[in-house]
Antibody, heavy 123, light 107 residues
Framework: QVQLVQSGAEVKKPGASVKVSCKAS????????LHWVRQAPGQGLEWMGR????????HYAQRFQGRVTMTRDTSIGTAYMELSRLRSDDSVVYFC????????????????WGQGTVVTVSS | DIQMTQSPSSLSASVGDRVTITCRAS??????LNWYQQKPGKAPKLLIH???SLQSGVPSRFSASGSGTDFTLTISSLQPEDFATYSC?????????FGQGTKLEIK
C-alpha cells in the first residue's frame, strides 16, 4: 500500500538542528515530488518546500531559505528535512506529503501524507 | 506570496445540512486549487484536486467549483464523519499556500 512513514518525535535545544525522515513505500519513489509542510498547534498548514527525488532538485519557501535542507536517499526510498538554528516557534508538527507525478502531473496536490513528526524546541 | 482567505473560520451545522465554504485567492490562480479535510491529531486528507476533481474514494456529497480568485467547497448532506477542519491550498505558484482553515462543528 502506498504510504509515507516519518521518524519519531524530537526534542531539541534552541540553536540546534533537527533532521526528520520520511520513508516511502508502495510506489516509485523517484516518480513523485515530495513536499514538507508544517503546522503549529491550532494553526493552518505552512508549506516549507519540495524535493524532486529523481534529480534531487529542491525548491524552498523563502522564509526557510538558509535554514532548511531537503535531501533524499533513493537507495532506501527516503526523504529528509533538516531544519537548523531552531527557535521556540519551530515547535510544531512536520509532515511530508507526496505531490504530483513529476512527468505528467497537473495540480501537485498532496495525495499521500506522512503521519507527522512533533518537534519540540526547549531549553 | 499568494494569500488564501477562507470563510467562515468556523461553522456550526447539523447532520443532513448543506454547507458551503469559500476560499479567495489574493490573485488569480486559474484552477490550481485543492481542498483538504483534517481531523484532530491526524494528517490532512485530500478531498478535491485541481481542477475541481473529486479524489478517488471521497464521497460524492463533496464537490467544488471556482476559478480565478473565488472558490467554493460544498458538502451536500453532512454526515457525522464530516465534522472536521477544511483547508484550501493553491498550487498555482510557489510558495504553495493554504487557507487558515474552516472548522466545521456539530450544532
Amino acid at each position: 500500500q502506498v504510504q509515507l512513514v516519518q521518524s519519531g518525535a524530537e526534542v531539541k535545544k534552541p540553536g540546534a538542528s533537527v533532521k526528520v525522515s520520511c520513508k516511502a513505500s508502495g510506489y516509485t519513489f523517484t516518480g513523485y515530488y515530495l513536499h514538507w509542510v508544517r503546522q503549529a498547534p491550532g494553526q493552518g498548514l505552512e508549506w516549507m518546500g519540495r524535493i524532486n527525488p529523481d534529480s534531487g532538485g529542491t525548491h524552498y519557501a523563502q522564509r526557510f531559505q538558509g535554514r532548511v535542507t531537503m535531501t533524499r536517499d533513493t537507495s532506501i526510498g527516503t526523504a529528509y528535512m533538516e531544519l537548523s538554528r531552531l527557535r521556540s516557534d519551530d515547535s510544531v508538527v512536520y509532515f511530508c506529503a507526496r505531490g504530483d507525478d513529476i512527468l505528467s502531473g497537473y495540480s501537485d496536490a498532496f495525495e499521500i501524507w506522512g503521519q507527522g513528526t512533533v518537534v519540540t524546541v526547549s531549553s | 506570496d499568494i494569500q488564501m482567505t477562507q470563510s467562515p473560520s468556523s461553522l456550526s451545522a447539523s447532520v443532513g445540512d448543506r454547507v458551503t465554504i469559500t476560499c479567495r485567492a489574493s490573485q488569480s490562480i486559474s484552477d490550481y486549487l485543492n481542498w483538504y479535510q483534517q481531523k484532530p491529531g491526524k494528517a490532512p486528507k485530500l478531498l478535491i484536486h485541481a481542477p475541481s476533481s473529486l479524489q478517488s474514494g471521497v464521497p460524492s456529497r463533496f464537490s467544488a467549483s471556482g476559478s480565478g480568485t473565488d472558490f467554493t467547497l460544498t458538502i451536500s448532506s453532512l454526515q457525522p464523519e464530516d465534522f472536521a477542519t477544511y483547508s484550501c491550498q493553491q498550487t498555482f505558484s510557489t510558495p504553495y499556500t493554504f487557507g487558515q482553515g474552516t472548522k466545521l462543528e456539530i450544532k
